[in-house]
């Protein structure tokens, strides 16, 4: 049998977004447009993707060979 997993997603708002991307509320208001975690789910209301932002960080986080650390 194979295994299978899910993992569910949360939708946020954006103070906790902020929280968990560690970027300010005013950064992820003024980019939601551009932002691929972002949602407006109503006139002036934002969710985020919690699995979103953490794809999202991971993909956009320099790894310590990019930053010229040795090992």
Known sequence: M???VSIEDRWVDVK???RI???SR???YRHAK???FAARV???TLRF???GIHDF???HTPTAHENGARS
């Open 34 to 36: 551009k932002l691929p």
């Open 16 to 18: 906790e977004a902020a």
């Open 42 to 44: 109503g006139e002036g």
């Open 57 to 59: 960080m991971r993909s």
């Open 49 to 51: 993707s919690v699995l």
């Open 26 to 28: 005013d950064y992820l």
């Open 2 to 4: 194979d295994a299978f």
């Open 21 to 23: 991307s560690g970027l």
